[in-house]
């Protein structure tokens, strides 16, 4: 089957469709072919050699999928509520830029009720991540003030959950046009290169500042964003496009008694992210179905045009999800 191996780091040049054999199905294994996979910052880490395949994990590219479930493992459970035909979503170690891939069933979850495979995709989002930042390991509450950044695949989702949820949601964007797509969102949008957002927060808060601050950024903003906390706020970094390493006023986040959080999702053990799905599913899935959350897609790639797919992703130009199907 084609595939995109992880076979030298670079920039979107070293991507090139190989043939490979197709993965067989394992004991807890759900065999899924693929019908869109998202592609995502991790992606572009691992290309860039910044974010190594588990041991365990094949070196196809690819985190997140859409397709329709092929075969399914000696062991996977009745309660698993899964069939050969069922249309699914899956959150993979790797794998996700194939024709096939396999993923462990406590992964893998129904598509969105009337949805079409590539939506799904858009619609699977990274899902997972923002649950864990937005609503579990930053503890956002209804009322809170949320700040996210950019309007990639991850913002825009970002958004519309954390709207779902009850919070007021401030987006720093690079554009207008960026800018005006996520106020349709419910979003305010600060535009970070004509205005000051740490006074721009404080602004658009009455001075109270944001409870929640997801970040793709990492050191470069780390201070402002400390600035831009409200006491008892949380920051979550998720990304490190900014750099790893940044100063730090700990005597501003400790009168703040404030929090700087740091956070992967493919190195957790299949326990915690089987977690992570069931909460998606309880309390993500319900706004999916009922349209209040729904899928931003960008463009899709054909998977021989990967290298291009990447190329558009690292502009930054995108909003929403881009795709690749094979």
């Given amino acids: 089957m084609r595939a995109v191996r992880d076979i030298e780091s670079g920039g979107p040049e070293v991507l090139k469709i190989t043939e490979i054999d197709e993965p067989s199905v394992t004991g ?15 992606d572009v880490l691992q290309r860039q050699g910044n974010y190594p395949v588990p041991p365990d994990a094949t070196d196809v590219f690819g985190l997140e999928v859409s397709g329709t479930v092929a075969e399914l493992g000696p062991d996977v459970p009745s309660e698993a509520g899964l069939n050969v035909g069922d249309k699914v979503v899956a959150l993979l170690d790797s794998g996700g830029y194939a024709e096939k891939v396999v993923a462990p069933w406590p992964q893998v979850l129904p598509a969105p009720v009337g949805m079409d495979l590539v939506e799904a995709a858009a619609a699977r989002g990274r899902r997972d991540r923002v649950l864990q930042r937005v609503h579990g390991r930053s503890r956002a509450r209804g009322g809170d003030a949320a700040r996210t950044r950019r309007a990639g695949g991850i913002g825009t989702h970002a958004i519309q959950v954390a709207k779902a949820l009850g919070l007021t949601v401030l987006a720093t964007v690079g554009s207008q046009e960026k800018a005006d797509f996520v106020t ?6 600060i535009k970070y290169k004509d205005e000051d957002f740490v006074e721009r927060v404080k602004e658009l808060t009455d001075g109270h500042g944001a409870d ?8 470069k903003y780390l201070e402002p964003n400390v600035k831009a906390l409200a006491n008892n706020g949380r920051i979550t970094i998720i990304g490190m496009q900014g750099g790893v390493k940044g100063e730090l006023n700990i005597g501003r986040l400790m009168s703040k008694r404030g929090a700087v959080i740091g956070t992967t999702l493919r190195a957790r053990p299949l326990s915690e992210k089987a977690q992570i799905m069931g909460a998606v599913r309880q309390i993500v899935w319900p706004h999916v179905n009922s349209g209040a959350v729904r899928p931003i897609m960008d463009k899709t790639f054909p998977l021989e045009q990967v290298r291009d797919a990447h190329e558009y992703f690292d502009s930054g130009s995108h909003i929403g999800k881009v795709l690749l199907t094979p």
């Fill in 184 to 189: 349709e969102l419910g979003a305010t949008a």
């Fill in 28 to 42: 807890d294994g759900v065999l899924i072919e693929v019908a869109a996979a998202g592609i995502n910052r991790a």
């Fill in 212 to 219: 929640v601050i997801l970040d793709v950024m990492g050191a």
